[in-house]
């Protein structure tokens, strides 16, 4: 099985056209530019269908645990 483009799983751009940034989950990568990094920082509900089981409940200090 090939291995998949590289592109952002947000706005989909590939490696040719902006800069990704490698993450794994589950044993799986994927890739973000830095414009949508923010996202999964602050936002990570927003890509929660992306990553089943992902918990995205915020902790007592306001960050994702």
């Known amino acids: ?3 998949p483009t590289p592109q952002c799983l947000i ?4 490696d040719d056209a902006v800069p ?3 993450l794994t989950y589950q044993g799986k990568s ?4 830095p414009q949508h990094l923010p996202v999964l920082i602050h936002k990570p ?3 929660a269908h992306i990553f ?6 915020e902790g007592p200090s306001g960050h994702s645990h």
């Open 30 to 33: 994927y890739w973000v530019c």
């Open 52 to 57: 089943p089981g992902m918990d995205t409940e």
């Open 20 to 22: 990704l940034l490698t």
């Open 45 to 47: 509900h927003q890509v």
């Open 11 to 14: 706005c989909e751009r590939t």
């Open 1 to 3: 099985m090939p291995e």
